[in-house]
């Protein structure tokens, strides 16, 4: 795989299908360099819809690119190990600015 002499940087990452207001996501091996709403992807490795909440994986496949040395996004990474496909803690996925404060308090300053 890759240009040359050049490998790809593989990711699996979530790719938004679907319509306005009904979420759904497809689970996608892609280079890390495309945009997530590109629609160029090597391979589909599972779905989730949100609205259901039926998360499906290729785990088979999954396991094969990550032994390639295909990264996952963090959020991948959490079902991963939600569904004791691999182990290790969960990551947090949510932003990492500083905590809000009360109206009260941004007044007085």
């Known amino acids: 795989m890759g240009y040359g002499n050049i490998p790809l940087m593989l990711k699996i990452r979530l790719q938004r299908v679907g319509r306005k207001n009904d979420p759904a996501f497809r689970v996608v091996l ?3 360099k495309n945009s ?9 490795l599972g779905s989730y819809n949100l609205k259901k ?3 499906l994986f290729k785990q088979d496949r999954i396991v094969y690119w990550m032994s390639k040395g295909a ?3 963090d959020t ?4 991963l190990v939600s569904q004791k496909v ?4 969960k990551k947090n996925v949510l932003s990492k600015k500083s905590p809000t404060k ?3 308090e941004l007044k007085k300053s």
């Open 53 to 55: 909440g039926e998360v």
């Open 86 to 89: 691999i182990e290790g803690k």
């Open 36 to 44: 997530a709403k590109s629609g160029r992807f090597k391979e589909i």
């Open 102 to 104: 009360p109206k009260k």
């Open 71 to 73: 990264q996952v996004s």
């Open 76 to 79: 991948i990474h959490n079902f």
């Open 30 to 32: 892609t280079d890390s």
